[in-house]
């Protein structure tokens, strides 16, 4: 293993990059929405991605007009999860997107240190339904951190725990806000979508089957030369 392999961590965001969750809490968020009287759109949705679940409830609770005590708004963002987790509880690996466990294996077998780095609270139940907790090195999620994306509080944590320096990470991420939480964090970012939703990602792919290891490897070595 030459020395530039050595010196590259992984930091992977969970919904949308590995996994395709965003159905589940879509649907979720719907049936809350509807709960109270007022429709949740798809399009919607797309603003909650990398968003946390209480702030998540409050711009669903702004778009509805709707005012609700801070107890009230635990019980909402209680019962919208629970209805989530009976969904993911259902997950299989035919729900991996494309190239995930490929580019895990790959990582996996050139001693790459890989960590997640997801808003999630339940990232553990995802990976165990999905078949991937076994290539994580280190594992941060809404659990652990006190702020969401796209405060950079998650990803420079895992770094931390995968003992490697923040321009050593490359960070996989298909929302704005994680992207911009990775640059906070003068880190690599590898945005997973469309170009023109993830500005300031130094390279965008549709999904983790349009990157081998090589060009990363290659991408990350260009971008610590340029700096």
């Known amino acids: 293993m030459n020395n530039k392999t050595q010196h590259i961590a992984c930091i992977f965001d969970l919904d949308g990059v590995l996994v395709d969750t965003a159905v589940y809490h879509y649907q979720a968020w719907k049936q809350l929405a509807n709960s109270l009287g007022f429709d949740f759109t798809y399009a919607q949705n797309e603003q909650l991605k990398g968003v946390s679940r209480m702030r998540s409830l409050d711009m669903i609770l702004k778009w509805g007009g709707i005012e609700k005590s801070e107890a009230e ?9 629970s209805w989530y987790v009976a ?14 466990l490929k580019i895990l294996e790959n990582l996996k077998a050139i001693g790459a240190k890989i960590a997640l780095g997801s808003a999630s609270k339940n990232s553990a139940l995802i990976l165990k339904r999905t078949g991937l907790t076994h290539f994580f090195d280190a594992i941060v999620d809404g659990n652990e951190v006190t702020t969401s994306k796209p ?18 990470c490359v960070v996989f991420e298909d929302a704005l806000a994680g992207v911009q939480a990775a640059i906070a964090a003068g880190m690599y970012v590898v945005g997973v ?21 090589a060009e990363l490897l290659a991408l990350k070595n260009q971008e610590t030369e340029k700096g």
Do not use: C, H, Y
């Open 73 to 81: 708004r635990e019980a909402l963002a209680s019962l919208k999860n």
């Open 87 to 100: 969904m993911i509880s259902k997950m299989t690996t035919d729900e991996l997107l494309p190239g995930s």
């Open 151 to 168: 405060d950079p509080e998650v990803f420079v944590k895992a770094a931390e725990l995968l003992g490697a320096t923040n321009k050593d």
């Open 193 to 213: 979508g469309e170009t023109e939703n993830l500005p300031g990602a130094q390279l965008v792919i549709k999904d983790l089957s349009e990157i081998t290891i």
